[in-house]
C-alpha cells in the first residue's frame, strides 16, 4: 500500500512538517482570477501582469510609486475624527473608529505628504478604502484643506487621489460640509495659479465625485474604475431601464466628457511629471 503514502513520488512529508505559504504573500487577481505573487504585483505596480486589472491598493502603495525613493514628509498625521453626534448604527461610531485605526493602521481615510516626482515639488493627498470605505468626513476635508494651504504657501502642485464610497452617514451634515470646505480652498489654489491635479481611482463616487474629485485643472482616471454618484443599482431602480453597458466605467465616463484622460499605473508617475512640468513652465 505504498501508494498511499506517496513514497513513489518522493513525497513523504508527513502533515505535522507541512509548512503553510505566509499570508500576503499570493493574491487572486478579481478579474481573471489567476494567482499573483506579492513580489509580481509590486514589481508591476499592482496591475495584473495577465489582464491588466488595476488592484486596488492604498495611500502606502500610492506614495511608494509616485514619490522619488520612496522619500515624502507626511502632513498632519494626528488628525482624527470625533463624534459630534454621538452616533450608534450598530455600534457606536467611536467604537467602530478604535476598531478601523486598529485593523488598518491608519488615522482616517485619508493621508497627506509633501515629496517630490521626478525632481519637481509637490503635494499628494491620497484616500484609503480600507476605512470605512474611503469615507469622507470633517477629518478627510480638514486635510484636503490644510494640503491646500501648504501647496499655495510652497507653490506646490496638488494632486489629490480619490477612492471613496461618498461621505461618512455618521458625521451626517458636518461631513456635507466637506464638500463645500474643499471646493472653496480650491478655488483658492485656482486664485494662487497652483495647478491641481485630480485622479479618480476605483471606486469614487457620492459627495467625493460631486465636489472635490471633478474640479481639478486636469482630471485624470485609472483604466476600469468606478466613477459616479448614485451607484447603478440605484440608477436602474429609479428610472426603471436597462443602463448601457459599461455604464460608470472610467472609458465611460470619458466618452461623455467628465474625464481627460485615462492613464494605466504604470505610467502614471511619467505622465504626472511630464504635466506638472508643463504647467510650471
Known amino acids: 500500500m505504498s501508494w498511499f503514502k506517496r513514497e513513489l ?56 510609486i509616485l514619490f522619488d525613493n520612496n522619500e515624502f514628509t507626511e502632513l498632519f498625521p494626528n488628525l482624527t475624527s470625533g463624534d459630534p453626534l454621538n452616533f450608534t448604527d450598530t455600534k457606536k461610531y467611536t467604537d467602530r473608529l478604535k476598531d478601523t485605526i486598529k485593523k488598518t493602521g491608519l488615522n482616517d481615510a485619508i493621508r497627506a505628504a509633501y515629496g517630490k516626482i521626478d525632481g519637481q515639488d509637490i503635494v499628494i493627498a491620497c484616500m484609503d478604502f480600507n476605512f470605512i470605505g474611503g469615507s469622507m468626513g470633517s477629518v478627510v476635508g480638514e486635510k484636503i484643506a490644510r494640503s491646500i494651504d501648504h501647496s ?10 480619490s477612492k471613496s464610497g461618498g461621505a461618512r452617514m455618521m458625521e451626517a451634515a458636518f461631513s456635507l460640509m466637506q464638500m463645500a470646505k474643499t471646493s472653496a480652498k480650491l478655488a483658492l489654489l485656482a486664485q494662487a495659479k497652483v495647478p491641481y491635479i485630480s485622479l479618480l481611482t476605483d471606486p469614487t463616487t457620492g459627495g467625493v465625485t460631486a465636489s472635490y474629485a471633478m474640479l481639478g485643472d486636469i482630471n485624470i482616471a485609472e483604466p476600469g474604475s468606478l466613477i459616479g454618484f448614485a451607484g447603478p443599482r440605484v440608477i436602474k431602480e429609479t428610472i426603471k431601464k436597462d443602463l448601457p453597458k459599461g455604464f460608470q466605467t472610467a472609458e465611460f465616463v470619458q466618452e461623455h466628457g467628465f474625464l481627460d484622460f485615462i492613464v494605466d499605473r504604470r505610467e502614471m508617475k511619467e505622465k504626472l511629471a511630464s504635466f506638472i512640468k508643463m504647467m510650471n513652465n
Open 9 to 64: 513520488k518522493g513525497i513523504i512529508t508527513s502533515t505535522e512538517e507541512k509548512k503553510e505559504a505566509p499570508d500576503g504573500i499570493w493574491n487572486k487577481c478579481p478579474n481573471c482570477k489567476k494567482p499573483l505573487h506579492y513580489s509580481e504585483q509590486v514589481e508591476n505596480q499592482y496591475v495584473c501582469h495577465y489582464c491588466g486589472y488595476h488592484i486596488r491598493i492604498g495611500s502606502k502603495e500610492y506614495f511608494s
Open 152 to 161: 499655495i504657501a510652497t507653490k506646490a502642485p496638488f494632486l489629490m487621489i
